[in-house]
């Protein structure tokens, strides 16, 4: 059947897909828009099969937070080249996945990629834009976070997003102690809150690693103990992120500066998100 501009121009509006893309659709689907949308989708999951092994290094990290600070959540969608990560139809398709998240709180990436955005599924957002794209595009990572008072911190180029969630708040601003907790999360990237929080593994990993440089240096095997628990709390210092020195007041740590704002006031914990 003769397929007119104008059903061309439909098509492409519905689907933001290429008009040459689009007509081959509607003449593969003897013009029948539903069809044509679905061959449309097949192409995008050939293209993302090809691309499955490309490498997504660059993207956006995305984030929404509740009206009252008390709930959060952060995205990050990956894809191939930073040209893409700044076109605007793939930050409205990341915004339309990021509320998606946001309302139904899935707990997982593949929960999320599950959910439906209009008529298709997350998952089937991401395809549909790939085949028009001809990029690789991938949710990367996803976090959700709830808390007295949940201060977002997105770093330059929307590459690096951290989410914190302070207690004991007070009268103190939250927002900008968030604020500077995130930057401090963004560049010095500690593994937990504080040494209670490290993981077993990662102290037992430390303290070996303490005994055997002491070895290493000589040192007797009656005080190789005692030397490795202090390098642990030396990497204790350097690591979580309550003993680090505070990047805006290297003469006081994290903690200090946070109790300093108000008496008892915290981090509950955090989550980093970089992209690359």
């Keep these: 059947m003769a397929i007119s501009a104008k059903d061309v121009n439909k098509l492409r509006q519905m689907t933001g897909a290429g008009m040459m893309d689009c007509k081959k659709a509607l003449v593969e689907a003897d013009g029948d828009f539903d069809k044509a949308i679905e061959i449309l989708r097949k192409k995008g999951q050939k293209v993302l099969g090809k ?27 990956g894809c191939e080249t930073d040209f893409v990560a700044k076109n605007a139809e793939f930050q409205e398709m990341g915004n339309s996945i990021l509320e998606v998240a946001y309302n139904e ?17 997350v998952q089937e957002t991401i395809t549909q834009m790939v085949g028009k794209i001809g990029e690789k595009l991938v949710i990367l990572n996803y976090e959700r976070m709830e808390g007295e008072a949940v201060v977002p911190y997105i770093h330059m ?10 207690e004991h708040v007070g009268g103190a601003d939250a927002a900008a102690a968030g604020k500077d907790v995130g930057m401090q ?30 070895k290493a240096e000589g040192k007797p095997e009656n005080i190789l103990d005692k030397i490795a628990q202090g390098k642990l709390n030396k990497y204790f210092k350097d690591n979580t992120l309550l003993e ?6 290297s003469g006081m740590n994290v903690g200090k500066y946070l109790d300093g704002l108000n008496k008892g006031m915290t981090v509950k914990e955090f989550k980093r998100i970089a992209i690359g």
């Design 185 to 214: 999360i963004a560049a010095m990237n500690p593994v937990a809150v504080n040494k209670d929080s490290v993981p077993a593994e990662i102290v037992e990993k430390e303290l070996e690693i303490g005994r055997e440089q002491a």
């Design 244 to 249: 680090q020195p505070f990047v805006k007041d």
């Design 157 to 166: 180029g929307a590459k690096l997003g951290v989410l914190v969630s302070l």
């Design 105 to 121: 709180q899935p707990a997982s990436v593949d929960e999320l990629n599950a959910l439906k955005v209009g008529d298709l599924t």
């Design 51 to 77: 691309r499955e092994d490309r490498e997504t290094t660059e993207g956006m990290v995305f984030v929404k937070t509740s009206d009252d600070h008390k709930t959060a959540v952060l995205i990050a969608i």
